[in-house]
């Protein structure tokens, strides 16, 4: 798993407009609260949830970034652990989450 920053994503996600699915891995309630604009919600928790990355990826083969709430949340390296562990080949966590996506927003 390789670890991404705000600058990276924010790069991929507007200025290069890569192929890659950005996923909030927290509960549906947290990703309904705040997320980022362009990301899709894939509990971590839930049973099946290498199977819908799978499914919403198109294979694993694609580019994946996921997501939590913050640089102390774990559900993102869990997540991208799970994924790595089922076979995807390009896994990146997004430490700082959304308080960090966020935090630079506001700044800007």
């Not at 919600?41 to 694993?60: C, H, L, Q, Y």
Request: glycine residues 6%; charged residues 30%.
């Amino acid at each position: 798993m390789k670890t991404i920053s705000r600058n990276e994503l924010k790069r991929m996600n507007e200025q290069e407009h890569e192929d890659f699915v950005l996923i909030n891995v927290l509960p549906r309630e947290e990703f309904n609260k705040r997320h980022i604009r362009t990301s899709i919600n894939i509990p971590v928790g839930d049973d099946d949830f290498v199977e819908k990355v799978e499914s919403v990826a198109g294979g694993k083969q694609r580019k994946v970034v996921v997501y939590c709430a913050n640089f102390d949340c774990d559900a993102s390296p869990r997540a991208a652990g799970a994924l790595e562990n089922a076979g995807f080949e390009q896994v990146y966590d997004y430490e700082g989450g959304t308080e960090d996506w966020f935090a630079q927003k506001q700044a800007a």
